[in-house]
């Protein structure tokens, strides 16, 4: 056999010491936004859908397929094309901010996420219900126990300022309220120092700022 080393040498390797760095995930939003069981959903399915008593509690989602199952996105859909009054048709359409923000999080690539629901779109959602409770594992309060949370977004706080409304139009949000909203999930992301709040301006706010070239 033919010696890889010349005549009277001798190689060893030795490791360089350099570490390789890989990517870790580090970003686990919560979302938290309307959502509500409907008639349409298959008790069969699997995985099957939440009921209103397992969506208002902290829930760890793995992925789009999995959120649309377990949050009744298709059963919504079809409630909101057989709507006809407005009130039915605005509380349902409040289920879709929060659907368009977890599909958003997990086509860029997001891991997993958790869900915190309030199950009555018909209705405005208090700062108190908001805050939640964390005997109940409801609202924000609930997130106290989840460490790796590191975002908190809440898509439908406007639409949490007021009631559906009976009119065509859906209600204008309460700036006032919106703004009291705003501060419960600041103060939230604040006592636990480990995470930061997303929150959209009011619907309609137009820029006054400049525009530089």
């Known amino acids: 056999m033919t010696s890889q080393n010349p005549p009277g040498g001798y190689a060893q390797e030795f490791p360089s010491g350099v570490r390789v760095i890989t990517g870790a995930s580090t970003s686990v939003p919560a979302f938290l936004g309307y959502t509500k ?5 298959d008790p069969d399915s699997t995985p099957k859908a939440f009921t209103d008593a397992e ?50 999080f997990f086509a860029n690539g997001g891991g997993a996420c958790y869900v915190v629901g309030f199950t009555s779109p018909q209705n405005a959602v208090s700062p108190e219900v908001l805050n939640g409770d964390a005997d109940a ?37 309460d700036h006032a309220a919106g703004a009291a909203r705003m501060a419960e999930v600041v103060k939230h992301c604040t006592e636990q120092r480990n995470r930061l709040a997303i929150l959209d301006p009011p619907p309609g706010l137009m820029s006054r700022g400049s525009v530089m070239n």
């Open 137 to 173: 594992r409801t609202g924000l309060a609930a997130l106290e126990t989840v460490p790796e949370v590191t975002m908190v977004a809440v898509p439908s706080l406007w639409d949490m300022t007021a009631d559906a409304s009976f009119e065509k139009e859906p209600p204008a949000p």
């Open 37 to 41: 069981a409907c008639a349409h959903d």
């Open 55 to 104: 969506r208002v509690v902290p829930q760890k989602i793995g992925s789009w397929r999995e959120f649309a199952a377990r949050y009744s996105i298709a059963g919504i859909a079809r409630e909101l094309a057989d709507a006809t009054d407005p009130a039915t048709i605005h509380a349902r359409q409040r289920c879709l901010p929060l659907a368009e923000a977890v599909y958003g």
